[in-house]
């Protein structure tokens, strides 16, 4: 039987931007990813952030006083 396949998240909602209150007007931007891992014998998404390029037209920023830790 061939192994199941799962679609979490696509790339366009996962993105999330950031624009932190001690440096105003610069965006950063995440991609938030999930890594498997196998607790107490059952296998588990752990989600992390992944840091990438400011696109262009990016979604409406969140102010927040500290960025994101990756």
Known sequence: ???????LASASS??????STRD????????LSY?????????????FLIQVPTPSDPPPPRVVTT????
């Not at 996962?14 to 624009?19: I, K, M, N, P, T």
């Not at 105003?24 to 991609?31: A, F």
């Not at 890594?35 to 989600?47: A, K, L, N, Q, S």
């Open 35 to 47: 890594r498997t891992m196998h607790r107490d014998g059952e296998i588990v998404f752990v989600p």
């Open 1 to 7: 039987m061939p192994a199941p396949h799962f679609r």
């Open 67 to 70: 960025l994101p830790a990756t």
């Open 14 to 19: 996962s993105l999330e931007c950031y624009e």
């Open 24 to 31: 105003p007007g610069t965006v950063v931007c995440y991609r």
